[in-house]
């Protein structure tokens, strides 16, 4: 559902699935993206380009790193920021999520940041009529998480390619692995849609039991067997076993987890020598990844987060944004931008 950018602040484009970027369309994502990382460089790290406009991030889960990064991202374009959380508001009085987009609609929101744990729920807000603003979706249910999936295909990218070598390629003939818990993992379903778009083959390895239904019409591989394809990846990317979501025994111990899916010193060596370890946390250090592997060179885990906020402006930026250009490039203007 995204058009990119937005045509005009009363048809605007949307984010809601990974599967709805074309190859173009995520490349142009990822381009913007490596012009908003420039901005990390600068004294005042900042552009005037949505000032005036109102991004609500509408949360009905528990988040840290998702919340605060679309937050730093709207900042950081000059938009106003309204953060809503669900614990202490109307939400947990009753409201049903209708009347609450109506009320953000109201307010003048230009664009919504949601996540929800019911799937579906930011698909809903796009399409039902009750906000004219974008809506993005920041993880809904165990469905999809499309900017995770952005982020970290920015960091293969630059891992894989070259900042500046990357700029307008996509991930065609990389080899990237998902190890770990797929069947509760929004993180995992985004990241092989998006992947198999730009190009790369995926391997989902996991237990019988974490592997979801249907996984067979997915455009990826599924093994087993961690060790029988780790020689082969250019990159291996640990889910965390999301205990929170589990309502069975779908493995025997942890010990035995780790022992079978953990990715430790030993297995990191079977891999190739250019290639990276990626985790989008938070971790269970000593479960699906130790840290000797947690803390080594070859971990993007903080270089994701910090990828995060240059992925967000930049889909807030193409969805809000107009026609103007993303960063500005004349020297003057940076200057008087920057004493304001």
């Known amino acids: 559902m995204l058009r990119l950018p937005g045509a005009s602040p009363r048809t605007p484009g949307h984010l809601i699935s990974a599967g709805d970027l074309s190859r173009e369309e995520a ?8 012009e908003m990382a420039r901005v990390a460089d600068r004294p005042i790290k900042k552009l005037p380009t949505l000032r005036g406009r109102t991004v609500v ?26 953060n809503f959380s669900a ?21 003048g929101a230009d664009a919504v940041v949601i996540r929800h744990p019911a799937s579906g729920a930011p698909y809903r807000l ?16 165990t469905h999809e998480h499309p900017t995770q999936a952005l982020l970290d295909a920015f960091t293969l990218r630059r891992r894989l390619v070259g900042a500046d070598a990357g700029l307008g390629r996509d991930l065609e003939g990389r080899r990237v692995t998902i190890v770990g818990d797929v069947l509760h993992s929004r993180v995992a379903r985004s990241n092989v849609l998006l992947l198999h778009t730009l ?8 237990p019988p039991t974490l592997v979801p239904i249907g996984v067979e019409h997915w455009p990826c591989e599924v093994s087993y067997d961690l060790d ?3 020689p082969a990846s250019d990159a291996v990317m640990m889910l965390r076993v999301q205990r929170e979501r589990m309502n069975a025994a779908f493995f025997p111990t942890e010990r035995e987890y780790a022992r079978r899916y953990g990715l430790d010193g030993d297995r990191m060596r079977r891999m190739p020598g250019t290639s990276v370890v990626m985790h989008p946390g938070p971790m269970n250090r000593g479960m699906e990844i130790t840290a000797e592997v947690a803390d080594s060179d070859r971990c993007t885990a903080v270089e994701q987060v910090a ?4 992925i967000r402006m930049a889909v807030l930026y193409l969805l809000l944004g107009g026609n103007e250009p993303a960063v500005t490039t004349s020297r003057t203007e940076a200057r008087t931008e920057e004493t304001k």
């Open 27 to 34: 490349v142009l994502i990822l381009d913007t993206a490596e």
């Open 57 to 82: 991030n509408l949360f009905f889960e528990d988040s840290t790193r998702t919340r605060i990064s679309f937050e730093a991202a709207a900042k950081r374009l000059s938009a106003d920021v309204i």
């Open 199 to 206: 190009g790369a083959r995926v391997t989902l390895v996991a």
């Open 126 to 141: 796009a399409t039902s009529g009750w906000i004219e603003g974008a809506v993005v979706n920041a993880g809904d249910g």
């Open 307 to 310: 990828n995060g906020v240059s």
């Open 87 to 107: 614990k202490g508001s109307s939400v947990s009085k009753g409201e049903s999520l209708k009347d609450t987009a109506l009320t953000l609609e109201a307010m």
């Open 228 to 230: 029988r394809v780790l």
